[in-house]
């Protein structure tokens, strides 16, 4: 047996005895000790913070080519509606890339997310307050890049953002799978993944929080993407006081359950306004 898998196990073993391990083992702290010991690298925090935006593209791009072998007169946008489907292809690959990464210093995907305290429902209820405090900061921040860049006219490149027709069962995908993985793959990549390793390599809290915060944001301007820098900019600056927040909530917490529920309930209200 290698060094990696008994390190797993240990870790494994250990944190089912005591949750409070399952917070220390994802600290800067303790992130720095694997970092000494060669475990932890720039090249896994720097691959998946900003790798999540292109293949996003690239996932949109592959059902694109599918439309355009159907003769399809607009098949870039035509597969912009399909996000809730072709955006699982990048989910996937970034678990399967975090398993890599993660298992080489010794721990689990699941010692990413900290504890889960689901008794008495106290997780869910945490998760519905972030929810009701998140939620406005996105769309106090929609608004105003929507009146900074377009005033009272409609982005014209925001049309894969209003409700479209998909079939019943790219429907039913979005509306059962779609977010469970969504979500969870979103903020185990960007906070309980990148953001505590970068905090340790780089030894500023700020620039991990700086670059975390960019390409958190930068990734909702890759869905539906179009070369038109108005829009793009539209996007990020409407996207990016939320992504602040939800970042901030995790640095102080470091608990990603509440979290990832709160991120279920806007994607299940995202996909609801728009295949419904």
Known sequence: MSQTMILCD???S???LDPNLLTKINLPASIRERAAAGRVTFTGPLLLVCGRSFLWMASQGLVALIFLAQHHTSPWREATYWWSICFTLADLTCLAA???FTRREGIRIRDLIGPIRMRHGR???LGLGYYMLVFPVFLGGGYLAQASFYGSRTNPSAYFLFSHALPLWAVIY???IYWIIQSATEELTYQGY???RLEALTGRSWIAFALVAFWFTAQHCAIGFVPDWRSLACRFLGFLPGCMVMIAIYKRTRRLMPLIIAHWLIDIGAI???TL
Do not use: E, K, N, Y
């Open 10 to 12: 240990q870790a494994a």
């Open 14 to 16: 250990v944190s089912a």
């Open 98 to 100: 975090m398993r890599s």
């Open 123 to 125: 997780d869910l209820f």
């Open 174 to 176: 979005s509306l059962s």
């Open 194 to 196: 990148v953001l505590p």
């Open 272 to 274: 609801l306004m728009t």
